[in-house]
């Protein structure tokens, strides 16, 4: 990859619109590319989609207000990763008080590390043992047309809500996945956690409206109403009923995280949501008592800054933080933290998923040294189209994150691939435009179990299918590649800097541009011409940190990774090129800026 200076910073013109910087203009221009910059600046709820677009929602809500009215068990389910956890937490914490109020029982799991993918037999044999009348999965199920159809001869009715790829058959349940063919919803790549903002926000509306249309015929209002989909407006109801409004707003924090942490884009529907769940978790600091305990005093224990919570903290911070509790085999110690409605639990909560999050990162570390040393005995393997690797050493539970740094490493797709509990589960990282679930579906019938995105896809297999799997993989990768471009990439910074040109004032026009994450990447910015000093080694000696001449001593520079080869480059140079991403910092109780350095020259 080549990184060459885009625009000066310093000979910007005039911008069209005179309320924005002649940088937020540029930036605005080179960012947006719709119809409609108003929708993307603002954080405005009419830029969201109405829930009923959604194929089988109005039947999902005469389903649960049926089960509600009969006092009936239903069962949430969700998959063990963050927006799992998070969807279920959302319907979970809203279905809690309906239920409190109402009568009826309600349960509340996620599937755990040592599960299969979606509806595996422990996880039916979970579901039998409770018996619920009515079973809501999560992030999952799709897929699972035999799991759910044996359910449903046991007489328990399901609701799927998932964002996963439409197989050919569809289960006896339904379905609200917004990929169905039949979909009129306009988003197709939104999260489970939206989809459970869109059930409550759907459920909210009839309720509002049931009451409205009893009062108004004068009538005592029932739960067994008739309801009318075709007069209920849930964006009218939401600008007029001050009650609906801050009711879905404050579940939007968590659909927030769940958006970031699957890396969905953040374009239309999904950027609005995230912009109003961070306006909620950084409501989430000043109230008092919190909202939710347990994501307060996880995000103090991890010492974000209390003025500001950013998309970075969301994908960098709590969301792997809360996956980690799945990664490690406990992922209802996350489920547990966000439905706390006590601090004393919600305090031991966070604290056990900070050192579970610190034993995930020795555990990455430890399989990080050990991929080296395999690599260092093989090395041919990492001049394959598709980078392999398994070594019965390897500790399971943080394969997507190994898969994912060495994607990064070595600029191709990775297979990653772990013993776990005598089966073997893999994760795969594309590195461009690959699809790794068509890869998964050409090898599919060596695995046991399969799923995930584009970008991103997990699976189990037999150990004894290791050798054919990667042969296949090797036979597979030249036809699977074909389409993806083998010219070298040239990447050319948004805006170049003269050192005396970066401020903090850049930092904030650039916060326009918030959310910053899949499909809206923070700007990559450069400096020209820049003299280092101060350097200080950080961690265990691989990061660094320095000052740089003539830029605002409000900013540092940081380099992750690569110090050796960060002083290999002073020693030969008085003057370097950087390129970057400014973030803000927190530490001590004081916000700072620092560049992060992702390539210098």
Not at 290 to 305: D, I, W
Not at 336 to 347: D, F, M, V
Request: aromatic residues 8%; proline residues 5%.
């Amino acid at each position: 990859m080549k990184f060459q200076h885009g625009q000066n910073y310093e000979t910007l013109s005039v911008g069209s619109s005179p309320k924005l910087s002649n940088l937020q203009n540029f930036l605005l221009e080179k960012y947006f590319t719709g119809s409609n910059p108003d929708e993307y600046l603002s954080d405005d709820f009419k830029f969201t989609h109405s829930p009923f677009l959604l194929p089988d929602l109005e039947s999902s809500i005469r389903v649960i207000r049926k089960h509600l009215d009969k006092k009936n068990h239903i069962l949430l389910y969700g998959d063990r990763d963050t927006d799992g956890v998070s969807s279920v937490s959302i319907l979970g914490i809203y279905l809690r008080e309906i239920v409190k109020r109402k009568g009826g029982t309600l349960s509340i799991r996620t599937s755990s590390q040592n599960d299969d993918y979606g509806l595996c037999d422990t996880v039916n044999k979970n579901i039998l043992s409770i018996s619920p009348d009515l079973l809501i999965t999560m992030d999952f199920g799709t897929s699972n047309y035999q799991e759910i159809n044996y359910l449903a001869e046991k007489g328990i009715e399901i609701i799927v809500l998932d964002h996963h790829e439409i197989p050919i058959e569809i289960p006896n349940c339904q379905l609200v996945n917004p990929k169905r063919e039949d979909s009129k919803y306009p988003e197709k790549r939104i999260c489970t956690s939206v989809l459970a903002i869109k059930l409550i926000q759907a459920l909210d509306c009839v309720e509002e409206h049931l009451r409205e249309e009893s009062q108004k015929d004068g009538l005592l209002f029932s739960e067994s109403m008739e309801i009318n989909f075709g007069k209920i407006d849930p964006l009218e109801i939401y600008n007029r009923s001050e009650a609906h409004r801050k009711k879905i707003r404050s579940y939007m924090d968590l659909a927030a995280i769940g958006t970031v942490a699957d890396m969905m884009p953040l374009q239309g529907e999904n950027r609005t949501i995230v912009k109003i769940g961070l306006q909620t978790l950084n409501e989430q600091f000043k109230s008092i008592p919190p909202e939710r305990p347990g994501l307060y005093l996880l995000m103090k224990k991890m010492n974000l800054s209390p003025h500001r919570i950013l998309s970075k903290d969301l994908g960098w911070n709590i969301g792997p933080v809360l996956n980690s509790a799945g990664r490690m085999g406990k992922t209802e110690m996350s489920l547990k933290l966000l439905l706390s409605e006590n601090r004393t639990e919600a305090e031991k909560l966070a604290d056990e998923l900070i050192h579970i999050n610190k034993e995930r990162r020795e555990r990455t570390k430890r399989n990080m040294f050990r991929v080296e040393k395999y690599f260092e005995r093989k090395p041919e393997r990492t001049q394959k189209e598709i980078i392999y690797c398994y070594e019965p050493d390897m500790e399971p539970g943080v394969s997507g994150i190994v898969a994912s740094r060495l994607v990064e490493k070595y600029k191709k797709p990775v297979v990653f691939v772990t013993p776990d509990h005598g089966k073997a589960r893999g994760s795969v990282r594309s590195y461009g435009s690959e699809n790794v679930v068509v890869l998964l579906q050409n090898v599919s019938e060596l695995l046991e179990h399969f799923g995930g995105h584009p970008e991103a896809g997990g699976f189990s297999i037999s150990p004894n299918n290791l050798p054919l799997l990667e042969s296949r993989l090797e036979e597979k990768a030249p036809a699977w590649l074909e389409d993806v471009s083998k010219v070298e990439i040239e990447t050319e910074s948004i805006l170049s800097f003269l050192p005396s040109s970066l401020t903090d004032k850049v930092f904030e026009e650039i916060l326009i541009l918030e959310p910053f994450g899949q499909g809206n990447p923070a700007p990559l910015l450069s400096l020209r011409n820049v003299r280092v000093y101060q350097i200080k080694p950080m961690g265990d000696g691989s990061h660094l940190r320095f000052s740089m001449e003539g830029v605002s001593n409000k900013i540092r520079g940081i380099v992750w990774n690569s110090a050796t080869e960060f002083h290999n480059l002073l020693s030969e140079k008085t003057e370097v090129q950087l390129f970057g991403y400014l973030e803000e910092n927190y530490f001590n109780g004081t916000n700072s800026l620092q560049f992060v350095v992702s390539y210098f020259s």
